[in-house]
């Protein structure tokens, strides 16, 4: 039973996710996370950090100062449209 309930919850929480463009979300504490790896939507840590995803324009200014902005948890660097 508690595997079903964490596949689950595994499930929800990926379908759950808003669109990131980059792939990846940053809270207003400055914390960079993969849709995989942020908290559930809607939860308390969601809303009162406010989540909410990495725009795209961010990316030149953190490239001229020389950042890669990728995952805290797994690494996973920011996709570009460019």
């Known amino acids: 039973m ?3 309930t964490g596949s689950l919850m595994s499930a929800m929480k990926t379908m759950a996710k808003i669109p990131s463009p980059t792939g990846l979300f940053w809270s207003e504490r400055g914390a ?7 908290p559930y939507q809607g939860s308390d840590h969601w809303i009162w950090e406010r989540w909410e995803p990495l725009p795209i324009e961010v990316l030149p200014e953190a490239a001229r100062i ?3 902005l990728r995952c805290e948890t797994c690494g996973r ?3 570009s449209a460019t």
Do not use: M, P, Y
């Open 77 to 79: 660097v920011a996709d």
């Open 2 to 4: 508690l595997a079903q």
């Open 32 to 38: 960079i996370a993969c849709a995989r790896h942020t």
């Open 66 to 68: 020389g950042s890669t």
